[in-house]
């Protein structure tokens, strides 16, 4: 190709690194997106890489009865998916301590279960360090 053998292994080795550079940089901008968040997912997105099912917490409140919720708790990134059903014992703990303090009257309407889905994620959000809590969502509510 060149006329000195010094060139040509030069450009060999220059073509070599570039097509590596070139490989690294992909597989690192496709493992970086694994841990952004995630922005505008569809319900897809939302059902199987976003969501955290807590299971049914059954506990007594406020004024001696008892309640049943299960709440669908959806976060920011994959990650934090991952960190949040690993940390399940301290969102079931979140969930005691906040309904612990409540009352029947607290939980009876609208406003009271967004209340209760408002303290529960400020709570799980103290403890998340790979991305954040969105949404969370109230699937079963009894009180008894």
């Known amino acids: 190709m060149f006329r000195s053998r010094g060139m040509n292994i030069a450009f060999l080795i ?49 004024d001696d009865h008892f309640i049943k919720v299960d709440f669908n708790i959806q976060v920011s990134n994959k990650l934090a998916r991952d960190e949040l059903e690993k940390r399940s014992f301290q969102v079931k703990n979140a969930v005691i301590y906040t309904v612990s303090g409540m009352t029947t009257q607290d939980l009876s309407d609208q406003q009271g279960i967004a209340n209760l889905e408002n303290q529960v994620m400020t709570r799980v959000n103290g403890f998340l360090k790979s991305g954040k809590v969105t949404h969370v969502y109230t699937t079963e509510k009894v009180v008894q």
């Not at 897809?44 to 917490?57: P, R």
């Open 14 to 62: 220059m073509t070599v690194v570039l097509i590596g550079a070139v490989i690294a940089y992909f597989v690192l901008v496709h493992a970086a997106d694994d841990g952004k968040n995630v922005k505008d997912p569809d319900i897809d997105q939302i059902v199987n890489n976003l969501t955290v099912s807590t299971g049914e917490i059954t506990t007594n409140i406020k």
